[in-house]
């Protein structure tokens, strides 16, 4: 008998590339190719890559690199290149790196079995499809507690700084019965948690059913523990879909809020729909209807035309918020979007000045956030090991805090009531509560 084929993904970006890569793993698992973690001994590399900042380029063009090496081994290894730097360089990375074999697009993976059982070489397909939505592809998952699903792909809103509209094409949704039936089979499989994703999570919209029907549908299913989603734009959180989170018990308390900037003025110019106020408006809508859910965030300095007061604004909105956690960036440029033909004024000097002053403000506002949890009982879903030491186990809470667990005996996949001890950096610490 034939050794069996053993393929390695390894994943940049978000989780919606997260949960992408889960299903091309499931196409190849059931054409009998096996996973491994090992590069080294694949016969197939695939690298999922993210072109959000010109970090996350780098990155991922440099992993390829490191891989072309393994190939004087393997001369039979195929080395894909797939997602949102793939779909932006198209046939250009193969023009220049001809050790790459194929280059494939987001929404082009349902030809990987083919591609890879035909050894194809030299293939570059990144049309973007008005439709694709990989219905009724089970994925295979990687993590243990948390199912990803993906509810909706694309994104409309062209926000000015923004490489994923031109990476990822429109908006599209999917139908709500096949969201269910994935629900239904990471269930059965033994997942809790689901995390509902898209780029813009909120916009959902299959015929009548939008976000809130949709997030109402999934809290009645059986055996749903807890639901999360992410991201959702701030405009599109309404009343309706606050109102079914207060409703059910298994929707999680905790919504990421991308605030990018705090001036109206950059607000505008980056396209956001949103002016300072309205923003704030959004949140005291969230805080009023959901006393205690965690609100976190992400944050852009040193935008085109930023001044120092545009970036006070900023730092003003931190304050008035005070966000559970946030995602900090400095401005990167990126073709094709409608910023990269403003000019990058804000010096590199600047902005990393911009960006310790976020993230030095943020640090305080967790550590007071995380405080004024200490004393009470959390739900937490069990979901691993601390990296620092092995005897402690780790899990979220309802707001998606990191605790730590001391001690105590718990194993992985159990909800508990954990009362919280004490805090450090992002995380808490706590013990199982005995009322
Ligand atoms: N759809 C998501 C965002 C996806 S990108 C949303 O709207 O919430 C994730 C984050 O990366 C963005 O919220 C933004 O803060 C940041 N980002 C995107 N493009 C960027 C750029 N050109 N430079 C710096 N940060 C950027
Ligand atoms: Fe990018 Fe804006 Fe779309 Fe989010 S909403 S993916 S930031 S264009
Ligand atoms: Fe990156 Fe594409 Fe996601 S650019 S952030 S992997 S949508």
């Given at each position: 008998m034939m050794k069996p084929q053993k393929y390695y993904i390894e994943t940049y970006g978000c989780q919606m590339n997260e949960a992408d890569s889960e299903i091309v793993a499931g196409m190849l698992e059931r054409a009998t190719y096996q996973a491994t973690r090992e590069p080294e001994e694949a016969d197939i590399i695939l690298v999922n890559t993210c072109s959000v900042r010109q970090g996350a380029d780098n990155r991922a063009l440099s992993r390829l690199s490191?891989?072309?090496?393994l190939k004087k081994n393997n001369p039979n290894l195929l080395l894909g290149m797939i997602g949102c730097v793939a779909q932006r360089d198209r046939g250009k990375i193969i023009e220049e790196r001809p050790f790459i074999d194929f280059v494939l697009g987001p929404d082009a993976y349902r030809r990987i079995p083919e591609i890879v059982a035909n050894k194809k070489r030299q293939v570059i397909d990144v049309q973007l499809s008005r439709t694709e939505v990989y219905d009724g592809l089970m994925p295979f998952r990687n993590s243990v507690v948390n199912a990803w699903i993906s509810i909706m792909r694309g994104c409309n809103k062209f926000c000015s700084y923004?490489?994923?509209?031109?990476t990822r094409g429109r908006e599209r949704s999917r139908s709500v019965a096949s969201i269910v039936e994935e629900i239904n089979a990471a269930i059965a499989e033994g997942y809790q948690e689901i995390t509902l994703l898209g780029q813009n999570v909120n916009s959902y919209r299959y015929n009548d059913i939008r976000f809130h029907d949709l997030l109402k549908i999934i809290a009645e299913i059986k055996g749903v523990r807890r639901i999360r989603f992410t991201s959702p734009h701030p405009e599109d959180v309404n009343t309706e879909m606050l109102e079914v989170m207060r409703d059910y018990d298994n929707?999680?308390?905790?919504?990421?809020l991308p605030?990018?900037?705090?001036?109206?003025k950059v607000l505008a110019d980056m396209n956001r729909s949103y002016s300072k106020e309205r923003y704030l408006e959004f949140v005291d809508n969230i805080r009023h209807i959901l006393p205690g859910c965690g609100i976190t965030t992400d944050i852009i300095v040193g935008f085109p035309g930023e001044t120092e007061a545009d970036f006070q604004e900023t730092l003003c909105v931190m304050d008035k918020v005070v966000f559970d956690n946030a995602y900090m960036f400095k401005y990167s440029p990126r073709p094709y979007t409608a910023a990269a033909k403003m000019k990058d004024d804000v010096p590199e000097a600047e902005k990393a000045e911009r960006l310790n002053q976020v993230i030095a403000k943020q640090k305080i506002h967790t550590k007071q956030r995380n405080r004024s949890l200490i004393?009470?009982?959390?739900s937490v879903l069990i979901d691993g090991h601390s990296k620092k030491n092995p005897n402690e186990k780790i899990g979220r809470t309802d707001s998606n805090k990191l605790v730590i667990l001391k001690e105590d005996h718990a194993d992985i996949g159990d909800f508990i009531d954990i009362l919280i001890t004490g805090t450090a950096g992002v995380s808490l610490f706590g013990k199982i509560n005995k009322p």
């Open positions: 490191q891989f072309k090496s923004c490489i994923v509209p031109y929707i999680c308390k905790h919504i990421h605030l990018q900037s705090g001036s109206t004393g009470t009982v959390q």
